[in-house]
């Protein structure tokens, strides 16, 4: 089969229109999978080290309630951070005597960051230590509706 020039000329310019919507769409993908997984794998990249710390956090109406699992830390080894918009937990962990025959704890301890959904007061936040898992309660800011003001 002969093709003239001018046919594969045509028949390039298609493969090559292809080439770069396909290059476009696996751009748009990849941007996509860093979107969605950009908070996971900075929490991982930034833990490096550490154990990362599980956290389960639950919303009221008025406060947000994070239920930190930091085992075999002690409460005086926490080290607890909040502002506005995060929440900061480092365990540091306890030396052990002995020979170890399985390590699969980090010998630094436990660490996590996550951003807060919404902002809260960190003047007003309690926290209690019991069990391995670290409660911490944090009011949420209200926010007063605005008033209207009449513009001269």
Known sequence: MKFDSAS???LERMIGKAAVEAARMS???SQAAKKILGEV???MGEA???DLAAIDLLETDEELVAFVALAGASKERIDLRVTEDSLYVEAKAAPR???YLRRE???L????EIKLPVEIKPEQVRASFKDG???VHLSKLEVINAQRVQVD
């Open 8 to 10: 594969t000329s045509d």
């Open 27 to 29: 751009n748009q993908a």
């Open 41 to 43: 794998t900075s929490e």
């Open 48 to 50: 490096k080290g550490y």
């Open 97 to 99: 005597e002995g020979k």
């Open 105 to 107: 704890m980090s010998t």
């Open 109 to 112: 301890g436990q660490k996590r």
């Open 133 to 135: 898992i670290l409660e």
